[in-house]
């Protein structure tokens, strides 16, 4: 089954560091989405990303965020300058294009994130 | 108004009985209603969804339950088994379920022997 893939799986960095993280969606999706969950948490929506722009972002989502999808196939979140708030589980997903049956997200595996 | 509140918090279940987890929403703009399963150190993975214009939906062992007057949610799984100790969430999004998902807190499940 396909999977969308994160790297690192976790990252440790120091407080005002900047932290990229990486996914690699699913070939043929098209809508592409960072989640980040705190630990013990609800889900939490950053930022939705389409057609190579950014198509929605939550509050979480300042100026300290950035994504990219500098290829055809990698999917990136920048943290300019990471905060200890900024801990928590980092997921990707992808979706197909729209009309297709499976309307669901696929999530990767996160990436976790420790600021110290 | 965003919000999606579910409950319980927790729930432990003996195997075989019928583990019920229940969400509550306010935003009439939701029409795509997924429930997610995560296993710990795992990204959440679509279980089963359904859109309001269907009072029910089941997959195997898992069905929801729809009350779109009440805007009221839930998931049924029947025949709980270990394997189904997981958390759960409930989540909405609009826009045909291509806009932002908002999740609901989780269920922590615990299928006991």
């Known amino acids: 089954e396909p999977e969308v893939t994160q790297t690192p799986s976790h990252q440790v960095t120091q407080m005002g560091q900047e932290v990229i993280l990486r996914c690699v969606p699913i070939?043929?999706?098209?809508?592409f989405y960072w989640y980040r969950q705190i630990l013990g948490q609800k889900v939490e929506f950053l930022v939705s990303?389409?057609?190579?722009?950014?198509?929605?972002k939550s509050e979480i989502f300042d100026d300290q965020f950035s994504v990219e999808r500098p290829d055809g196939s990698n999917f990136t979140l920048k943290i300019r300058s990471t905060k200890l708030e900024d801990s928590a589980m980092y997921f990707c997903?992808?979706?197909?294009?729209?009309?297709?049956?499976?309307?669901?997200?696929?999530f990767g595996s996160g990436t976790r994130l420790t600021v110290v | 108004q965003q919000q999606v509140k579910q409950s319980p918090q927790s729930l432990i279940v003996q195997k075989g009985g019928i583990s019920i987890i229940n969400c509550a929403y306010e935003?009439?703009?939701?029409?795509?209603f997924p429930w997610y399963q995560q296993f710990p150190g795992k990204g959440p993975a679509l279980l089963i969804a359904?859109?309001?214009?269907?009072s029910e939906k089941k997959e195997g062992r898992f069905t929801i339950s729809f009350n779109k007057s009440a805007k009221q949610f839930s998931l049924h799984i029947m025949d709980s088994q270990p394997g189904d100790s997981a958390t759960y969430f409930c989540?909405?999004?609009?826009?045909?379920?291509?806009?932002?998902?908002?999740f609901g807190t989780g269920t922590k499940l615990q299928v006991i022997p």
């Open positions: 997903a992808s979706r197909p294009i729209q009309g297709a049956r499976d309307y669901g997200y696929t």
């Open positions: 070939s043929n999706h098209l809508y």
């Open positions: 990303f389409y057609n190579n722009e950014i198509s929605e």
């Open positions: 935003n009439t703009a939701f029409d795509y």
């Open positions: 359904i859109r309001p214009d269907v």
């Open positions: 989540a909405a999004s609009s826009g045909g379920g291509y806009q932002k998902v908002t």
